[in-house]
């Protein structure tokens, strides 16, 4: 069984900046596709960014690209999404998840339902 935690959400200004951490216990990220996705309310699970197993291939969501960064480091642990130029819109719940099935090892999906485990989400809010 995999259990993820995340950390780092908080209240920031528009135009700040947060770095949310992910951990992992019971396994590690190393041979997996990790992303994160964000949940505003009244608003469907959206896809944030992904990585390869190898952090040979990154996608980002169009709205956040070259605002986030997702990096990880398979020894250390843990994943993480540093934000930047952040903005009201932005504002959700955020979540990591993680999956090692080796079909999307191979091709890593921007789709919530090919992640196995999911943390609980940390909030972020942007205020205007």
């Known amino acids: 069984q995999v259990h993820l935690e995340e950390s780092g959400g908080g209240l920031v200004q528009t135009g700040g900046s947060l770095r949310l951490s992910c951990a992992a216990s019971?396994?590690?990220?190393?041979?997996?596709?990790v992303a994160w996705f964000r949940q505003a309310p009244g608003k469907e699970r959206e896809f944030v960014a992904y990585?390869?197993?190898?952090?040979?291939?990154?996608d980002y969501a169009d709205s956040v690209k070259g605002r986030f960064t997702l990096s990880r480091d398979n020894a250390k642990n843990p994943l993480y999404l540093q934000m930047t130029s952040l903005k009201p819109e932005d504002t959700a719940v955020y979540f990591c998840?993680?999956?090692?099935?080796?079909?999307?090892?191979?091709?890593?999906?921007?789709?919530?339902?090919?992640?196995?485990?999911w943390g609980q989400g940390t909030q972020v809010t942007v205020s205007s």
């Open positions: 998840a993680v999956d090692y099935r080796p079909d999307h090892l191979r091709n890593p999906s921007r789709s919530a339902s090919e992640y196995t485990y």
């Open positions: 019971g396994r590690p990220f190393s041979v997996s596709t």
């Open positions: 990585m390869s197993w190898n952090g040979g291939v990154t």
